[in-house]
C-alpha cells in the first residue's frame, strides 16, 4: 500500500450561525469527524448531496478554513506545524467555477504563470515558456496567451484552472466539482484530460462530486459522506457493484438512470436533505433510509472496518 500523502484525524469544523437578527447563534456541524487517508497516487473521490460538508472539508486540507477538530497531516506532518508556502505549492486545487475563480481582468498568461510569481519560482525569462507549456499540456491552444477568461468557453477556462494548479508541479490536486458547471459534452472531455495529467505526471487527487457518476470515472477509492461524515468508504469496485450502505446505494440508484451524469442526481431519498443545523437524532440517514430500525432513530452507527479494507457506517452491519 503506498505511503500516505494526506490524512484527516477526526476532523471537525462547526460553524456558528445565526439564522435571524435576534436569534441566538448556534452550532452548524459541517464536518463531524471524518478520518480519511489520501494515498500516494491514488483517486479518490468524495461523493455525496450539496450541503454534506465537501467542500468545507476540502477548504480544511487546503488550510483555507481551520478545523474546530482533529488533526491533519501531510506526509505524516500535522499541517498547523507546516509552514503555508510549502503545502501550496504541493497541494493544489481545481474548483467547480472557472469564471468566478479566474480574475476577469487579468489575461491567461498573467494567471497561469501567477503562483510562479508569487512564490518566485524558476527565473522570470523562462516563466511565458513554462505557461506556454502548460498550455500545451491541457490542451489550449497557444494564441490564448494573451486573451482575457470572458474571451474563452467554460471547457477552455476550466482548462486554464488546471494549467493554473500545474504549474506550481504539486502533488497533490483537490478537484472540488470540476465538471459541475459544463456543459454534459464539456464534463467527459475535462475529466479525461484529468485523467490523462494522472497519468502523465503521477499526481494524487482527491475527486469532490455529488455525482457518483462522474466520481466512478476516475476515482480508484470512494468515500460517501452523509450530513458531515463519511458513513461508507471502499474501493470503486466495491462502491459501484456492491454498496453496504443504503445511502451509497440510493446515489447509486440515481446514476444508474438512463442518463447518468447529468446534473443534480434524483435520488429516491426525498427532497429534504436534513438541516445541519438540526440533525436528526441517532443515524442522519434514519428519516429516508428505507431499511431504518428504531435503533438507528436512537443512537448513532460506528464506523466498522470491512473485509476489503473499506469501512461502513450503519447499525445493519454492527
Ligand atoms: N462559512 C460558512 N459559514 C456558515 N456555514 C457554512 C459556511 N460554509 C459552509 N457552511 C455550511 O456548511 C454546510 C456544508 O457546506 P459545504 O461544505 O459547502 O457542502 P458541500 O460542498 O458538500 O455542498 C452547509 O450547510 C453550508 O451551509
Ligand atoms: S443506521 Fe439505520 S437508518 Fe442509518 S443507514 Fe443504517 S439502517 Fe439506515
Ligand atoms: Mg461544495
Known sequence: MSASVLETRDVRCTFSVRQGLFK????????????????????LGLVGESGCGKSTLARMLLGLQAPTGGEILFEGQSIGRLDRASITRKIQTVFQDPYSSLNPRKSISSIVSLPLRVHKIGNPADWQNQVERMLDMVGLPRRVYHSYPNQLSGGQRQRVAIARALIMRPEVIICDEPTSSLDVSVQAQIL???????????????????????????????????????????????????????????????????????????????????????????????????????????????????ADGGMVECHLYT
Do not use: W
Open 24 to 43: 441566538p447563534k448556534r452550532p452548524l456541524h459541517a464536518v463531524n469527524g471524518v478520518s480519511l487517508t489520501l494515498r500516494k497516487g491514488e483517486v
Open 192 to 306: 479525461n484530460l484529468l485523467r490523462e495529467l494522472r497519468q502523465e505526471l503521477g499526481l494524487t487527487y482527491l475527486l469532490i462530486s455529488h455525482n457518483l457518476a462522474v466520481i466512478d470515472y476516475l476515482a480508484s477509492r470512494i468515500a460517501v459522506m452523509h450530513l458531515g461524515r463519511i458513513v461508507e468508504e471502499g474501493t470503486t469496485d466495491t462502491i459501484m457493484r456492491q454498496p453496504s450502505h443504503p445511502y451509497t446505494k440510493a446515489l447509486l440508484a440515481s446514476v444508474l438512470t438512463p442518463e447518468p451524469g447529468l446534473g443534480v442526481p434524483a435520488t429516491d431519498l426525498g427532497t429534504s436533505f436534513p438541516s445541519p443545523l438540526a440533525p436528526p437524532p441517532g443515524c442522519t440517514f434514519h428519516p429516508r433510509c428505507p431499511a431504518a430500525m428504531q435503533v438507528c432513530k436512537e443512537a448513532a452507527p460506528k464506523p466498522r472496518a470491512q
